[in-house]
Nanobody
Framework: QLQASGGGLVQPGGSLRLSCAAS????????PAWFRQAPGKEREFAAA????????YYADSVKGRFTISRDNAKNTVYLQMNSLKPEDTALYYC??????????????????WGQGTQVTVSS
């Protein structure tokens, strides 16, 4: 199971850190990711870590502003979001899968999902 938290209301230019706590199987065996879904839009990829954390992947829209990381001792993955923009407003979901896929950017390839945490960027 995945439990996302840390969302909230923030002004443009501000920062938030999302957390996703995992329970059950050994989380270190899984690759985690963050997706987001804005109102009226499809869910889209934001960031992912391949395996133990040797390589990270980002959508172009968040590259340079968001950082994904993991703490295997705490079974938790984070998404540090800086320089937030109104267009970052969305419901953010954490996801995980046991084996890495080259189609990591597509939500249909992720098997485990959290419930989502709302991020609203507005003045």
């Amino acid at each position: 199971q995945l439990q996302a938290s840390g969302g909230g209301l923030v002004q443009p230019g501000g920062s938030l850190r999302l957390s996703c706590a995992a329970s059950g199987r050994t989380f270190s065996d899984y690759s985690p990711a963050w997706f987001r879904q804005a109102p009226g839009k499809e869910r889209e990829f934001a960031a992912a870590i391949r395996g133990s954390g040797s390589r990270t992947y980002y959508a172009d829209s968040v590259k340079g502003r968001f950082t994904i990381s993991r703490d295997n001792a705490k079974n938790t993955v984070y998404l540090q979001m800086n320089s937030l923009k109104p267009e970052d407003t969305a419901l953010y979901y954490c996801a995980a899968r046991l084996h890495w896929t080259v189609a990591y950017y597509s939500d249909i390839h992720w098997t485990n999902w959290g419930q989502g945490t709302q991020v609203t960027v507005s003045s």
